[in-house]
């Protein structure tokens, strides 16, 4: 049912700092925003990334599936940023304890 409110803003942006790559998103990430936040986090080529999702509000199973072929993809050069709602869905898929997620 349409609640009649404004659909939920989504924005994946970018940061290059020397070999450091900050994406910042912000909003929901689910299957229809999951594929933008991997492709803005793996366009630019960099020694470090930081991930930074602590503005998000809503995280789905295609957002972990992105984050974890992020992680694959970065093998120890990625950092991740999680706001409340994305530690506590990576800790129920059995993420939590990942080396590259960072406390609240």
């Not at 803003?9 to 912000?26: C, H, K, M, N, P």
């Not at 936040?37 to 602590?54: C, I």
Request: charged share 25%; no cysteine; hydrophobic share 45%.
């Amino acid at each position: 049912m349409d609640q009649g409110g404004a659909p939920p803003i989504f924005s994946a942006t970018a940061e290059v700092d020397g070999d450091q790559l900050r994406v910042v998103v912000t909003g929901e990430v689910d299957m229809a925003t999951a594929d933008t936040m991997l492709q803005t986090a793996s366009r630019e080529p960099a020694g470090r990334v930081e991930l930074d999702l602590r503005a998000v509000t809503f995280f789905d199973s295609a957002a972990i599936h992105a984050l974890v072929r992020l992680a694959q993809r970065l093998p120890g050069t990625l950092t991740v940023l999680p706001s409340r709602q994305v530690r506590r869905v990576l800790e129920i898929s059995g993420l939590g304890e990942q080396e590259w997620l960072r406390p609240v």
